[in-house]
């Protein structure tokens, strides 16, 4: 949120930061000798990922209005094939020197390559000519501080919370309590009533809180959060299903594993890529409805049968796919109902700080289900058949630990090659219940999604020619930069 109430007045300078960290974290984790080392530098590239996302206002400030879903559309067609295809490429890179580390070389390149190019093509106005009477230094002591760390201290607590509950400790424990409501207590209570306290002064707040009023720029934002909730989610659940199930069977080979995992991916990107042709023929209403219609009936549909491997796969992608649609759709429409389109960086950055806010929240409720249905399914499939091999009772709890990958079977005391065989198909049904379940809490979010996509309008028409912001050559700030010192200069001497 930060990076996007601030770009209005800084613009390009940031987005050159945020593609020099992730160029630094990459080049950190190309060279990592540590496991925390790798979190370093995935932190870094985390960070840097809040300014990449605003791509998308970017685009929509610098060509007329009617182009802009079309104009994103290219921009996701750029990505290809680090973006559809990041699964495939990252398993491909382990046979060649350098394996895991190959991710981060690719990185790199592609960093110096966007910080490069941002400095070289993107030259919006400049701070002094969008403020030539305030400085810099005063709009950063101004800016509301105690807003970004009471929105992001409350968020990362609750998330926090939330990934605890039923994996580390029980729901009903005392730390996921007290993570869940302090946190929930700061984002819902303090936060606001303290950005509504510091709006009646007369301060800027961090939150815009009049688009907080606006319905179809609400109904826009959050649905660019759950729709990427399906994204980031089922991009992290659905490949332990590939790998565990059908590699795990010898359904797929080591080879298709890249291919079969970034399924998600690869179907949430094409229809990002194609989401202005859709919305060209349909307008953003029909297109966001249908759509979420498509994408809440196939992605519940996957918990059917897992075991299906052509059906389960064959409702995967028309699901993602249909919403890569509502995401990039949604997206894009929260830059058209604004009072005015000078907002669109307070806009974008409210947007895109929801899509955050809720993906974030959609990737820990589909983690925590999966990990605590695992409890449940584990020992009601793959102890039964232990117990009957001859495992001892108390080696049960390491046994489901080295199965899940958060042990070692050699840790397990009294397990044998024969016992380790036996529980491996056990476990398979173990985790297929898990994840069915999974898909089917997807449909708490899908859902909403289908419910918001109601509240979309069609664009005005009278504003589809109107460009709001311009780009310039560096000769035009030098010529502005002299005669904005010529006019200080005659202002002094006035004086």
């Known amino acids: 949120m930060y990076r996007s109430v601030r770009s209005d007045n800084l613009i390009s300078r940031f987005f050159i930061i945020g593609s020099g960290l ?63 295809l990041a699964a495939r490429v990252a398993y491909s890179f382990q046979t060649y020197p350098g394996k895991w580390r190959n ?42 501080w105690i807003g970004v760390i009471l929105f992001s201290g409350g968020l990362a607590i609750f998330i926090f919370g939330l990934n605890w509950g039923g994996v580390f400790y029980p729901w009903n424990s005392p730390q996921v309590i007290s993570m869940m409501v302090v946190g929930g207590v700061t984002l819902v209570g303090i936060l606001p009533a303290y950005e509504i306290f510091i709006s009646k002064r007369g301060r800027e707040t961090y939150l815009p809180l009049h688009l907080f009023k606006n319905i179809r720029f609400q109904s826009a934002a959050w649905n660019t959060g759950i729709a990427a909730g399906v994204y980031y989610g089922f991009a992290l659940v659905f490949p332990q299903v590939v790998t565990v199930i059908y590699y795990g069977r010898g359904e797929i080979s080591e080879y298709d594993v890249g291919t079969q995992a970034g399924m998600t991916a690869m179907a949430f990107v094409f229809a990002q890529m194609c989401h202005g042709f859709i919305v060209w023929f349909t307008g953003p209403k029909w297109a966001m409805i249908g759509s979420a219609i498509i994408g809440t009936a196939f992605l519940t549909a996957c918990a059917a049968d897992l075991d299906n491997r052509a059906m389960t796969e064959t409702f995967l992608v028309i699901g993602a796919y249909a919403m890569g649609v509502v995401e990039s759709v949604s997206i894009t429409t929260s830059t058209f109902p604004l009072r005015s389109q000078e907002e669109i960086g ?124 311009g780009l310039h050559g560096t000769r035009e700030e030098k010529e502005f930069a002299k005669r904005a010192h010529a006019a200080q200069k005659a202002e002094g001497e006035a004086q």
Not at 123 to 136: G, N, Y
Not at 419 to 424: D, E, G, N
């Open 22 to 84: 992730a160029l630094i974290g990459s080049i950190i984790g190309a060279t990592a000798q540590n496991v925390n080392t790798l979190i370093a530098a995935e932190v870094l590239i985390g960070i840097a990922v809040a300014f990449q996302q605003s791509f998308f206002w970017v685009v929509a400030e610098i060509v007329p209005m009617k182009w802009r879903y079309i104009a994103n559309s290219y921009c996701y067609l750029m990505t290809t094939p680090t973006s559809p």
């Open 103 to 144: 991710s981060f070389y690719f990185l790199i390149a592609i960093n110096a390559t966007s910080m490069i190019s941002w400095y070289l093509f993107y030259h919006p106005p400049t701070f002094s000519m969008l403020h030539r009477k305030k400085l810099a230094k005063e709009l950063l002591l101004h800016f509301d």
């Open 346 to 469: 307070q806009g974008g950055g409210l947007s895109g700080s929801t899509r955050n806010f809720v993906s974030a929240i959609a990737v820990a409720v589909y983690t925590a289900t999966l990990g605590n249905r695992l409890i449940q399914t584990i020992p009601q499939e793959v102890y039964p058949v232990a117990r009957n091999q001859g495992l001892a009772e108390s080696s049960l709890q390491a046994l489901a630990n080295a199965l899940q990958g958060t042990g070692s079977y050699s840790a397990v005391p009294g397990l044998t090659p024969a016992i380790q065989a036996a529980v491996q198909e056990p476990y398979r049904v173990a985790f297929k219940n898990a994840a069915s379940t999974v898909f089917l809490v997807s449909l708490a979010f899908s859902g909403t999604a289908l419910i918001l996509s109601f509240f979309t309008t069609n664009n005005d028409k009278a504003t589809e020619d109107y460009v709001a912001g």
